[in-house]
């Protein structure tokens, strides 16, 4: 155990170190070093490369490969890129000069729905710079809770949360969070969830980018069990790094609209089908390299049929 904290603790001064050297570099040289790097783990490392490839094939399949190989170039570029961001966000961007950074469109609803006494539900995805649009929330006057796992290293753990803490953004651990959840909720506060990920067998099956695809059902049931409008948001990077449109995408309010989201597969395959339509507008910005679309019912077909 404590070879662990030493090798945890020696893990979090690289980070640290790394961290140093790319706040200390301009963000125009860091552009130019996530072009280069975006290069090299697209053509030569290509992590992930089948998976990526396979996700954008079904995703976009008027797409040619040359096309593809473009765009899993850019989502690479994207990567770094928000990793510059995220580091140059604390010293850059503040309550007197956000607007030089930040954009917000169709935000007038949002904006009532964080203002109303009833709680609220954020819906994103792994879409564009999700941690800016926490922070710059956080600078608004908007505290959120975020649901996210804790890391197995704790002092990278605690490093990440100081960020995300540092304008109002608290994160609630993924397993055992439940009744923190409940009592945000409870008191009229603000959840956020990156809700694209892969839920298990026992999920929600919705249809993304034409694909049968398993969601939480927590947050669809979270939404109506607590009388909360869900807002589906994205944070698209405009132009130069740094420069963030925070886009509201819709608003699905059960006392609006009740008869058309009213179940969980309903609101579900709601907010699913929006977040779609974000992505769909800058692929580039988002990550392929999930396994989204992994279907366990059909393996087990195999095996009965076999």
Known sequence: MKCKHVADFLVYLVVRFFICTVQAVRIETGAKIARWLAWLFCNVIRIRGKVVDENLAHAFPEMSEPDRKRL???????????????????????????RQYISLRDSDRLVRCLLDDRPTLIVSAHFGNFEL???????????????ARTLDNLYLDRFLNTFRSGTG??????????????????????MTFLADQYAGKKGCWVEFFSRQASAYKAIALLALDNDAPVAVCG????????????????????????????????????????????????????????????????????????
């Open 235 to 306: 944070a698209a990077r405009v132009g130069e790094p740094l420069h963030v449109e925070l886009n509201t995408c819709a608003v699905a309010d059960p006392r609006e609209t009740g008869e058309q989201v009213g179940t969980i597969h309903e609101l579900t395959q709601w907010y699913t089908s929006r977040l779609e339509e974000i992505i769909r507008c800058e692929p580039g910005q988002y990550w392929w390299l999930h396994r989204r679309w992994k279907d366990p019912r059909k393996a087990n077909r195999r095996k009965l049929a076999a």
């Open 169 to 190: 953004q608290y994160m609630i651990p993924k397993n055992g969070g439940y009744d923190q959840i409940v009592d945000v909720l409870a008191n009229g506060g603000t």
């Open 72 to 98: 899993i170039r850019q989502m690479w570029e994207h990567l770094f890129l928000l990793v510059l961001e995220v580091a140059h966000a604390p010293r850059k961007i503040h309550e007197t000069n956000w």
């Open 133 to 147: 649009a926490g922070y710059v929330l956080g600078i608004l006057g908007f505290p959120t809770y975020t649901v």
